[in-house]
């Protein structure tokens, strides 16, 4: 079955810095989605991105599917943006509507 | 975006007890999904459904059943619940066209 693969698990950051979250799969997959969660529990989407770049304020999406992999680059990190990003990976050979998760990163972002 | 909505927030059962929990969905999505989340773990399927009157199994669905009664509604049914299913529990809803899945504020359950 799908494999996926984030990377790092965990992350602190400087207030301002930059970060590059990494998700690679190992089956032929259709489309990616990349979620918040909050540290209350909800999870939010961020990105429905199949393939290419999408932009939404300083987050970034790239989606490379022939590749495998995709990341999610965040600019100017906020104390605001700590909390865990999950990518979800469907399409394929996987049923449809299935998405297979990654563990996760754990992000902090300190001021 | 979508409004899916989760009841009980909050459960305490105990062992062998059944336990229900629901979810609805506002956006007349065809698609709705059951999963648990437990450290270590990320999100992991346990049942989903196309539409009213079906039910699929997802990856880890001994334990569990799933009922959709209507287009709305999704319910996880556990009829002997374990301590081992202690677990946080998401409902999401899919559209057919993307796919693209937008998820419940989550159900907290221990079995004691």
């Known amino acids: 079955g799908q494999q996926v693969q984030q990377s790092p698990a965990s992350l602190v950051l400087q207030e301002g810095e930059n970060a590059e979250l990494q998700c690679n799969f190992s089956?032929?997959?259709?489309?990616l989605q990349w979620f918040y969660q909050h540290p209350g529990g909800r999870l939010v989407s961020l990105f429905y991105?199949?393939?290419g770049t999408k932009h939404t304020g300083r987050l970034t999406s790239t989606t490379v599917t022939n590749e495998r992999r995709g990341s999610l680059h965040i600019s100017s990190s906020q104390t605001t943006d700590s909390g865990t990003y999950f990518c979800?990976?469907?399409?394929?050979?996987?049923?449809?509507?299935?998405?297979?998760f990654g563990a996760g990163t754990q992000l902090i972002v300190i001021p | 975006e979508a409004a899916v909505t989760q009841s009980p927030r909050n459960k305490v059962a105990v062992t062998g007890g059944k336990v229900t929990l629901s979810c609805n969905q506002t956006n007349n999505h065809n698609n709705m999904y059951w999963y648990r989340q437990d450290t270590g773990h990320g999100l992991r399927l346990i049942h989903y459904s196309y539409g009213a009157g079906s039910t699929e199994k997802g990856d880890i669905p001994d334990g569990y059943k799933a009922s959709r009664p209507s287009q709305e509604n999704f319910s996880l049914i556990l009829e002997l619940a374990t301590p081992s299913q202690t677990s946080v529990y998401f409902c999401?809803?899919?559209?057919?066209?993307?796919?693209?899945?937008?998820f419940g504020p989550g159900t907290r359950l221990t079995v004691l």
């Open positions: 089956s032929t997959a259709t489309r």
């Open positions: 979800a990976i469907g399409g394929g050979g996987s049923a449809l509507g299935r998405l297979h």
């Open positions: 999401a809803s899919g559209d057919v066209s993307s796919y693209e899945q937008y």
């Open positions: 991105n199949p393939s």
